[in-house]
Nanobody
């Protein structure tokens, strides 16, 4: 199993920045993808960004491309989501997820483990 714990959420004004962290423990050596998803009130969970656990390829939703950056520190088993130029529509609960198999990284159903989520609120 893989345990995921997110942190770094909070409230920020539009145009500001936040950095989310996802600390992974357990079978991290078996992890293929780590991803970030978000869910706003009354909306479905949506893909934000993903990366290969070993590094290299990264993937982004069109809505965050150029503003968000996913990165990782494998020595610390931590994945980050740097969020810049935040907009009110970025307000949501952000979830970290891990997958043990290669697949299309933007589909939430392919992920095996999830964190508890961290709230991000952007005020306009």
């Amino acid at each position: 199993q893989v345990q995921l714990v997110e942190s770094g959420g909070g409230q920020v004004q539009a145009g500001g920045s936040l950095r989310l962290s996802c600390a992974a423990s357990g079978r991290t050596s078996s992890t293929y993808f780590t991803g970030w998803f978000r869910q706003a009130p009354g909306k479905e969970r949506e893909f934000v960004a993903a990366r290969r656990w070993s590094g290299g390829n990264t993937y982004y939703a069109d809505s965050v491309k150029g503003r968000f950056t996913i990165s990782g520190d494998n020595a610390k088993n931590t994945v980050f989501l740097q969020m810049d130029s935040l907009k009110a529509e970025d307000t949501a609960v952000y979830y970290c997820a891990a997958s043990l198999t290669p697949h299309y990284p933007g589909r939430s159903s392919y992920y095996d483990y999830w964190g508890q989520g961290t709230q991000v609120t952007v005020s306009s």
